[in-house]
């Protein structure tokens, strides 16, 4: 004699009850996955990004006093291609520890300086680069300002 199950069998009613949640697990599984997936991925997509014109800017921030021709310090920052946390990240410039702006591609700072000798820094959350530059006798000086690093970029200031 062979047993038939009934609806009303606990056995049927169980898994039946038991489908919609390993359903829901099976889903979330699949979401989270997608997730993580996506947090790898992404990243890959914007691995390289230019930021900036090619050409420098032919109207700078002047900052200072004076007609040329006189003591100039001229700060620029290349067009560049890289990690978005490099590109995206804008050093402030600093002129003997007072900010006088941000180091921008496109947007060169010109500082218009007296006889003497300067600290001039860029400055992330990341860390700091100092440059000491002495002018004198209508002296042009060039530096270049840069971030360098993938997960916290660091301040780069080269002089030309």
């Known amino acids: 004699m062979a047993v038939t199950r009934t609806p009303s069998d606990p056995c049927t ?4 009850a038991r489908r919609p949640r390993v359903a829901r697990f099976f889903l979330r599984m699949v979401e989270a996955a997608m997730r993580y997936l996506l947090l ?8 390289v ?3 900036g014109p090619a050409a ?6 002047w900052l200072g006093e ?13 067009s560049e291609a890289g990690l978005i946390t490099t590109v995206a990240t804008r050093p402030t410039i600093r002129l003997d520890g007072r900010e006088i702006g941000k180091c921008q591609v ?3 700072i010109v500082l218009r300086l007296p006889d003497g000798s300067y600290a001039i820094s860029a400055e992330t959350a990341a ?10 006798d209508f002296a042009q000086v060039e530096l270049t300002c840069g971030v360098g690093g993938v997960v916290s970029p660091k ?3 080269t002089l030309n």
């Open 13 to 16: 009613n169980l898994r039946k």
């Open 40 to 47: 790898l991925l992404l990243p890959g997509c914007a691995a």
């Open 49 to 51: 990004v230019q930021v």
């Open 56 to 61: 420098q800017d032919d109207d700078p921030l």
């Open 66 to 78: 004076g007609e040329p021709p006189g003591n100039e310090v001229r700060i620029t920052r290349p």
């Open 106 to 108: 496109g947007k060169p």
């Open 127 to 136: 860390g700091r680069a100092t440059q000491w530059v002495t002018v004198e």
């Open 155 to 157: 301040p780069t200031l």
